[in-house]
């Protein structure tokens, strides 16, 4: 039995579909971006199309908004990296720097607007439950605190995150999840801190104007190093319109970052141009005016011997008597004026390493009056200080929303311009005399 007919030879037809699928996939890496006026618009509308935004940005930006407030008003990180993982992709974000770059100001505008929306229903959630810790009492704050200041990790995470959400949005036809959550991690947070400061009240001073300026300062950040990534990518403006618009885009980003950032005032510092400031800053010391008073005082007591001294000119010894003169104006009451050489108040400005500012008190360890950030002053009541379970606590009272607030704060967070002599008090309350 002559079997003749060949066997039957499969794996070429997969091994022909395998090279056909690897020399596609080759084409479109040539073909990536088209040099033709065709080519390109036609990409441009495919990406454009797929940006577009809709009302999953603006239903998943709330959701994730009230988690996070709410993350806020109880103080929990979880409750905030939960609301960050239901926040949307941020597929206009893309769009915004690809209508950039076309010159398509329709798109641009059309992008930016829901992006505003976006940011706008994050800020009223945040609002939201900063009224709400009005209702029940002021809360801590801490998280709020952290989340709405300038860290260096989070322009590494805003830079890593916005690359690779360009890449992947662009060279890939799914929707990058992960990237975006880094993005809005770094977006969200502050933005809804700043609503939720503005809603308490109680943080208003320093918490909500400094959280927007972090929001602003970020997003600059991460739609600059999106445009730079599609100019890497080969997508380049070739329109007077995409010319103008991404040079417009380009230079708002750089003034925005670097005068929000402070950078110009490093910049200042490092050129000497910034030496004025100190000097105007060092003039309205308090010490002047106990000096004028005690130059009061001391003239005051001092008095009678002017008196005596230029009736001496006269050589009559019958006016010798005019020490009598200093008992006609005997103000004995002027005495009490030594009044004034009370301590004077201590200008203070708060310097905590953790949670981005302070608490003023009620008490030691009392109910929270107030929060302050970094960077704000309080006024402290001299030797008046209390130190419960070794922990030094000072009288401080500070002005927050045209309100004085008077109360106790950490000895620790505090900083002064210059030493004071009982800043190291005992736990007796015997400091209290005035030395």
């Not at 001299?382 to 704060?409: K, L």
Request: neutral net charge.
């Amino acid at each position: 039995m002559d079997i003749t007919d060949p066997p039957l030879q499969q794996p070429e037809p997969e091994q022909e579909f395998v090279s056909a699928r690897a020399r596609r996939r080759r084409a479109l890496r040539r073909a990536y971006f088209p040099s033709d006026e065709a080519g390109r618009a036609a990409l441009f509308e495919h990406l454009a199309r797929r940006a577009y935004p809709s009302y999953e940005l603006f239903v998943f930006s709330l959701v994730a908004g009230v988690i996070i407030g709410v993350g806020y008003f109880v103080n929990s990180l979880a409750l905030i990296f939960f609301g960050i993982l239901v926040a949307p992709v941020l597929t206009p974000w893309i769009g915004l720097s690809l209508a950039a770059i076309a010159g398509s100001f329709r798109l641009f505008g059309q992008t930016f607007a829901a992006l505003l929306l976006s940011a706008f229903l994050v800020f009223v959630s945040g609002l939201l439950a900063g009224y709400a810790s009005r209702i029940f009492g002021p809360l801590n704050f801490n998280e709020a605190f952290t989340l709405s200041r300038l860290w260096w990790p989070s322009f590494v995470i805003l830079t890593i995150g916005s690359i690779i959400f360009t890449i992947s949005f662009v060279r890939s036809e799914t929707l990058p999840y992960l990237p975006s959550a880094l993005i809005s991690s770094v977006l969200f947070t502050p933005l809804c801190a700043a609503g939720f400061g503005l809603g308490s009240g109680i943080a208003a001073a320093e918490l909500w104007p400094q959280g927007l300026l972090v929001f602003i300062v970020h997003f600059a950040w991460a739609t600059f190093f999106a445009i730079v990534t599609l100019f890497f990518l080969r997508f380049y403006p070739t329109t007077i319109g995409g010319i103008s618009l991404t040079g417009f885009a380009l230079v708002t980003i750089l003034a925005t970052t670097i005068f929000l950032t402070g950078f110009d005032r490093w910049i200042k510092v490092q050129t000497d141009l910034s030496t004025p400031p100190p000097a105007s800053l060092a003039e309205p010391t308090p010490t002047p005016a106990p000096a004028t008073s005690a130059l009061a005082t001391n003239s005051a007591t001092k008095l009678p011997a002017p008196t005596v001294f230029v009736g001496v000119p006269t050589a009559s010894p019958s006016r010798t008597p005019r020490p009598t003169q200093p008992s006609q104006l005997p103000p004995t009451e002027t005495a009490t004026s030594t009044i004034t050489a009370e301590p004077t108040p201590i200008i203070a400005q708060i310097r905590a390493a953790e949670g981005g500012g302070a608490f003023i008190r009620e008490k030691p360890g009392g109910k929270v009056l107030a929060t302050l950030g970094n960077g704000a002053t309080v006024t402290i009541v001299p030797n008046d200080f209390q130190d419960v379970n070794g922990v030094v606590w000072v009288h401080v009272f500070a002005t927050v929303n045209d309100v004085r607030v008077e109360g106790w704060m950490i000895q620790a967070v505090l900083v002064t311009a210059t030493p004071i002599a009982d800043w190291q008090p005992s736990p007796t309350p015997e400091v209290t005399a005035t030395p």
